[in-house]
């Protein structure tokens, strides 16, 4: 298994452009996420999706859009971006969402960042 | 919303000691995991604990749910023990919010 794959691991870009980060699992798990990690922080919540064709806004969703058509894949659109943006992404798995007490399902597994700025 | 704090923000340990991490919470939760993030970026899942108490290796991990903290203990500590330690909660719903970490760093 591949685990989490993340693509690409460094992108520069220009105030106003759009991109997206590309995040794929090939565990079948259900439950994916996106983080944003800013220095001194811990990761905060962007956006979740508990199965193919649902998602939800998570902490800090404004500027992004993300979809989930298949399983495998979730990727995280910027829409317009801004250099409030610049920021490292994480994409994470799980089997189940993180909500009920049923043990190893629910522990996490996260791809290796994508390093984003935004000049 | 729920509140979670680590503490303390920052570690220096000399290689061989001991330490424990504290995580405080202000709401009940439903799970609880523990993540060490190493110096090049890679998050890796090392308890899911959301009561009780578990150990792997020279690490331990100990929560009481009802005091709503968490420890995290490593013992003999080794150079590779550096980087940065996060605290990850659910209460209910789909979300896990995370703590600000520990940044801990290991002299050889």
């Known amino acids: 298994n591949a685990g989490v794959t993340q693509t690409p691991k460094f992108q520069v870009l220009k105030t106003g452009q759009s991109m997206t980060l590309q995040c794929a699992q090939d565990?079948?798990?259900?439950?994916m996420s996106w983080y944003r990690q800013d220095p001194g922080m811990g990761l905060r919540l962007i956006h979740y999706?508990?199965?193919?064709?649902?998602?939800d806004q998570g902490e800090v969703p404004n500027g992004y859009n993300v979809s989930r058509s298949t399983t495998e894949d979730f990727p995280l659109r910027l829409l317009s971006a801004a250099p409030s943006q610049t920021s490292v992404y994480f994409c994470?798995?799980?089997?189940?969402?993180?909500?009920?007490?049923?043990?190893?399902?629910?522990?996490?597994?996260f791809g290796p960042g994508t390093r984003l700025l935004v000049l | 919303g729920i509140q979670v704090e680590q503490s303390p923000p920052d570690l220096i340990l000399q290689e061989g000691a001991n330490s424990t991490l504290r995580c405080n919470f202000s709401d009940s939760v439903n799970n609880l995991q523990w993540f060490h993030q190493n110096p090049w970026g890679q998050l890796i899942n090392l308890f899911y604990?959301?009561?009780g108490t578990k150990q792997n290796g020279r690490l331990s991990a100990t929560t009481v749910a009802t005091e709503r903290y968490s420890l995290l203990y490593i013992s003999s500590s080794q150079t590779t023990d550096s980087g940065v330690y996060f605290c990850a909660l659910n209460t209910g719903g789909f979300k896990t919010i995370f703590g600000a970490g520990t940044r801990l760093f290991v002299k050889a």
């Open positions: 999706s508990v199965g193919a064709g649902i998602t």
């Open positions: 994470a798995s799980s089997y189940s969402p993180p909500r009920v007490t049923s043990g190893r399902r629910e522990t996490q597994y």
């Open positions: 604990i959301p009561s």
């Open positions: 565990m079948n798990h259900e439950y």
